[in-house]
């Protein structure tokens, strides 16, 4: 560094907001999002070094400069779930439910996560690693630099390590951060349907091992609900799991309140995820656990149901995460500040707990907090640049995108045209 003091220096930034601290953000802590007027952050290689005023670094010399006086920068969007890759269109059960059909009829009618999963198994690796690219980009559009992605449309040995080499593929092409979960047990294929308990026995003797030992996820999952896997079942998943190295992490009392919320305090889950239907023992169990609270309210809007209770996580003290849950089915978005929207208009989080639910919480969420969410010096230097006054104007007005420019690992990775 002889030459030069930064690669790349941000500033000033009209309202710098590092969302930085030790560990995840918790209770009434939330409802305070400190800011910098004035500030800047610098950048050596793909990392952070300086963040603070601007005066102290008015007079360095870098390689690139962006100036932001008037705008706000944030630590990119951590989206903790999502089920990207995927293929195959799903319109036509958007209309069947508004409509008022149910899951069981659109089930019936072929459709729901058995339909994805007969088009994921019909494509080829490059058509799933070419759709996975493209959602990826738009996503990216949106300011998201790190994102959670998960198998679960495979649902067989062959076709759920298909998902993940594609999500290992797209990871190495970058410019985003993807951390991979095997979601083998997400529901169980037709071949297995008058057998649950051996496809959960292929799960954890076969898919789970292969995946571990080719290194191909960091994660692994389960649907645990009425109608996919019980508690014993995931259970028995999750521990196969940690067996072979995985960190564990559910989909949890979504629809009807199993238990799933205090198996993910049992089984020491990074995360459990949906919880509309979490009990009051559940949230509590969590809260003792440190499991973060991986909250959904895009999914909640799409399928018209009510909302997690944010506020009784908030409350408790669990960290409380907020995710796209992206999916063809339940959640097709790319639009995160809209995911973020609806946490706030309808789940009724304040924008600062919000924002710091979708970047440093969410990192945590995904055992990263110590390298991603947050800008603070030895970070990734991940950063949006949003062009409004202040973090309020990201939901004032809402449903826009005034994303100005993407830093991804230090690298100007997207800047609006
Ligand atoms: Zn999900």
């Known amino acids: 560094m002889a030459d030069r003091d930064f690669d790349l220096l941000v500033g000033p930034v009209g309202c710098l907001v590092p969302c930085h601290q030790e560990g995840p953000r918790r209770g009434a802590a939330m409802r305070e999002l400190p800011v910098l007027r004035g500030g800047a952050v610098g950048v050596r290689g793909d990392e952070v070094v300086f963040v603070g005023p601007w005066k102290e670094v008015a007079a360095a010399t870098a390689i690139r400069r962006i100036s932001a006086p008037d705008a706000t920068v944030l630590p990119g969007f951590v989206d903790p779930h999502t089920h990207i890759p995927f293929v195959g269109d799903r319109a036509h059960e958007l209309a069947l439910r508004l409509r008022g059909a149910s899951y069981m009829e659109i089930g019936r009618a072929g459709g729901g996560i058995l339909s994805t999963m007969a088009a994921v198994r019909a494509a080829s690796e490059d058509d799933l690693l070419g759709a996975a690219r493209a959602l990826a980009r738009r996503r990216l559009a949106h300011g998201v630099t790190t994102f959670e992605a998960k198998s679960g449309y495979g ?3 062959e076709n759920e390590l298909k998902q993940l080499r594609v999500l290992a593929a ?3 092409e970058g410019p985003q951060t993807i951390l991979s979960t095997c979601l083998a047990a997400h529901f169980v294929p037709p071949e297995y349907r008058a057998d649950p308990d051996a496809y959960v026995t292929l799960v954890c003797e076969a898919i789970l091992p292969a995946v571990a030992s080719a290194k191909l996820a960091r994660f692994c999952d389960v649907f645990c609900e009425e109608g996919a896997f019980t508690i014993e079942q995931s259970r028995r998943v999750l521990e196969a799991g940690r067996r072979h190295g ?7 009392d979504e629809i009807v309140d199993t238990g799933g919320a205090a198996l993910a305090a049992e089984v020491g889950a990074v995360s459990a995820d949906h919880l509309l239907t979490a009990s009051d ?8 656990a440190g499991v973060c609270a991986t909250l959904l309210p895009g999914t909640a809007f799409y399928l018209r149901k009510p909302y997690a209770p944010a506020r009784r ?3 408790a003290g669990v ?3 907020v995710a796209s849950d992206c999916n063809p089915g339940s959640c097709y978005t790319a639009n995160h500040l809209m995911v973020l929207t609806l946490a706030v208009f309808g789940m009724g989080m304040l924008p600062e707990e919000a924002l710091w639910a979708s970047t440093l919480n969410a990192a945590c969420a995904l055992g990263e907090g110590d390298r ?3 800008l603070g010096v030895g970070k990734r230097a991940d950063l949006c640049l949003w062009e409004v006054p202040s973090y309020l104007h990201l939901f004032y007005p809402f449903a826009e995108n005034p994303l100005g420019t993407v830093v991804c690992g230090g690298e100007v990775v997207w800047e609006s045209c």
């Not at 023992?281 to 003792?288: L, Q, S």
């Open 155 to 157: 649902l067989d040995l």
């Open 170 to 172: 797209l990871a190495a």
């Open 372 to 374: 991603l969410g947050s």
């Open 319 to 321: 960290p409380v995460a």
């Open 281 to 288: 023992a559940g949230v509590a169990r969590m809260a003792e």
């Open 313 to 315: 996580f908030l409350d």
């Open 246 to 252: 995985l960190l564990p992490r559910l989909h949890a």
